[in-house]
């Protein structure tokens, strides 16, 4: 079954709503320039409380901490803080960085994609020390650019891992992606991971499209 990722959450309510739809992971943007960043704007004692907050949610969604290369110390103890289940790696990070903080906790490494990308050689090297792939457009920053890369690039390709497709995905890509997996050309896809096309500004979500996606994706049973 094809899982789905909301990334870019800031408020609890909506959370709480998208757990109630059956969303599989729920991301928090710890990159303090993006305008989806969880702690935007807060003070130190708000920002303990929000940490608080968000490791106290309980739902049947895994909660995703997104980093973009930040000290790996750092990660791990807003891990430990938030309660966080995975990382999601979003920047220049190593592979040997990405060891540091394997046995930690899962990882989820993206990678920026366009036309002259060689998927083979960027994810070859991270085989042995990530747990997921994440495949997003390449723009000048890290993510929630909603543009889209073109996902043909990634047919036919022995990924060997799951992976997350990311980038500028829309509520009417439902039958283009439900075609690409019923001819097994998007082998290892496990996961869409949806963002700002689902937002009524950034880090908040339009919860009703994101209920109608849903419900066009498990009506096909992908």
């Known amino acids: 079954m094809l899982n789905i990722k909301v990334c870019g959450m800031t408020e609890m309510a909506q959370i709480h709503a998208l757990g109630e739809l059956g969303v599989n992971f729920i991301g928090f943007i710890f990159y303090e320039k993006s305008p989806r960043y969880v702690f935007h704007q807060l003070t130190e004692k708000e920002i303990r409380k929000k940490k608080n907050e968000i490791k106290v949610i309980n739902g049947t969604f895994k909660k995703v901490g997104v980093f973009v290369n930040k000290n790996p110390q750092e990660i791990r103890h807003i891990v430990d803080e938030c309660g966080l289940d995975f990382v999601q790696l979003h920047g220049n990070e190593t592979p040997e960085y990405c060891n540091m903080l394997f ?5 989820i490494k993206a990678f920026s ?7 083979k050689s960027i994810i070859q090297p991270y085989q042995e020390f990530v747990d997921y792939f994440l495949f997003d457009a390449a723009t000048k920053n890290y993510g929630g650019s909603g543009k889209k890369f073109n996902w043909k690039l990634l047919e036919n390709q022995e990924i060997n891992k799951p992976f997350f497709l990311s980038g500028g995905i829309i509520a009417d890509d439902v039958e283009i992606i439900i075609s690409l997996i019923k001819q097994n050309a998007m082998k290892g896809l496990f996961s869409l991971d949806i963002n700002s096309k689902f937002e009524i500004e950034p880090g908040i979500k339009n919860i009703p499209v994101i209920q109608n996606f849903l419900q ?3 009506a096909n049973r992908i």
């Open 113 to 119: 994609i366009d036309e002259q990308s060689d998927i």
């Open 216 to 218: 066009q994706i498990n």
């Open 103 to 107: 046995a930690k906790v899962p990882i």
